[in-house]
């Protein structure tokens, strides 16, 4: 994210003046604001100028921030619980200037960071990464030197929560605030300093997502060494990283692969499902063999001979789809079906999710003696 902070700007400023100046930065971002959220504050003398309800940070002026003194709004923490009615109250009556505007519900918090500038966003890098099914996870590997708070209402049970992890804290240890699912808090005793701090919080979500979205580099040769091997026979290998096949390896589609066939038939040519190769591709692939065993003898009546329990096509993630075969022809075979497959998955995503046969009736057209005569040529 670019840094806009201007010294020849800046330099002529009062702390007032630069506080709507760097909040008129932030708020002219749609990344890390959008209409009228985020929330910013400087703290002269004895008075917290926090922007008040109603206000763009985009277009804020001296007349948009709410005075308030800042020692009542820290008394506020002393209570276990407070309604949102109660708050309200409580943060006009500490108004310096009755005819401000009401203080924002992020002010108490405000007020509890004892820095002279303070930044409020809803950054979207972050809160994409934190709204992740791996967000508590990644959020901790991202911002290890800040303080991580867990979603909770925003208001005056947020500014408990920070009020109680940081009791024992020393504030000069953390960097910023992150609030999972919520948005981001920095904080300095210079206008600069807090904006560049925030600009530099969200270019580390923003540089963490660039960096997942780089294309994932398979080790083709090692593929095709095991999958000869678990097979018994050299293969030949069609890689297919077309624009669909591409999404299909995506995280968002590749468990789309493990739904089964498109048509019965087309079971004795790709098995019910590929192999989903990630990163050890050693263990994924004695992973699916054994699941492919554990099919064969739940369903298996004691009459049929196992096939070769290695995958016939596999799903690389983030990278396409490969089809297995004795020789370039089989091969071709596979990834027409794979290509006429995925899209049909994918399709019909529209109409509620794929659904394939299950899985006993698979094994049944899999093991049926005259589909594998097909193979055969009889």
Do not use: C
Request: avoid cysteine; hydrophobic fraction near 35%; glycine fraction near 6%.
């Amino acid at each position: 994210m670019k840094n806009l902070y201007s010294t020849k700007i800046a330099k002529e400023l009062n702390d007032l003046e630069l506080r709507v100046y760097t909040s008129r930065l932030l708020g002219g971002n749609s990344s890390l604001v959008l209409h009228g959220g985020g929330n910013t504050s400087v703290k002269i003398d004895d008075i917290l100028y926090v922007k008040g309800s109603g206000w763009d940070l985009a277009t804020i002026e001296k007349e948009g921030f709410s005075p308030v003194k800042t020692i009542e709004l820290i008394k506020l923490l002393s209570n276990e619980r407070l309604s949102d009615s109660d708050m309200v109250k409580y943060q006009k009556e500490a108004l310096s200037d009755k005819n401000a505007p009401n203080p924002s519900i992020e002010a108490i918090l405000h007020a509890l960071i004892p820095y002279k500038f303070v930044d409020h966003t809803h950054a979207d890098a972050m809160v994409t990464i934190s709204n992740s099914n791996r967000g508590e996870e990644l959020i901790e590997e991202i911002y290890k030197d800040y303080l991580i708070v867990p979603y909770i209402m925003p208001g005056f049970l947020l500014s408990k929560m920070v009020y109680n992890m940081t009791e024992e804290i020393d504030w000069d240890s953390i960097k910023g605030i992150i609030l999972h699912n919520h948005g981001i808090f920095t904080f300095a005793n210079s206008a600069k300093e807090s904006y560049d701090n925030m600009i530099e919080a969200v270019s580390m979500a923003e540089r963490y997502i660039k960096k997942s979205k780089k294309k994932k580099k398979h080790n083709l040769t090692k593929i095709k060494e095991i999958v000869s091997k678990a097979k018994g026979h050299d293969i030949v290998m069609r890689v297919n990283q077309s624009a669909v096949a591409r999404r299909f390896a995506s995280k968002e589609d590749t468990e789309l692969s493990q739904k089964g066939v498109l048509t019965p038939e087309h079971i004795i040519r790709t098995k019910r499902v590929p192999i989903i190769f990630e990163d050890d591709y050693e263990k994924e692939l004695e992973r699916y063999i054994q699941d492919y065993i554990e099919y064969f003898e739940e369903y298996s009546s004691g009459e049929e001979v196992m096939l070769n329990p290695a995958p016939n096509w596999a799903v690389l993630k983030d990278f396409g789809t490969i089809s297995f075969g004795r020789d370039d022809k089989e091969a071709k075979i596979i990834e027409d079906i794979n290509n006429h497959t995925i899209k049909a998955m994918i399709d019909a995503k529209r109409f509620g999710g794929y659904k394939s046969i299950s899985k006993e009736d698979s094994f049944y057209m899999e093991y049926w003696e005259l589909e594998q005569m097909k193979l055969q040529g009889k």
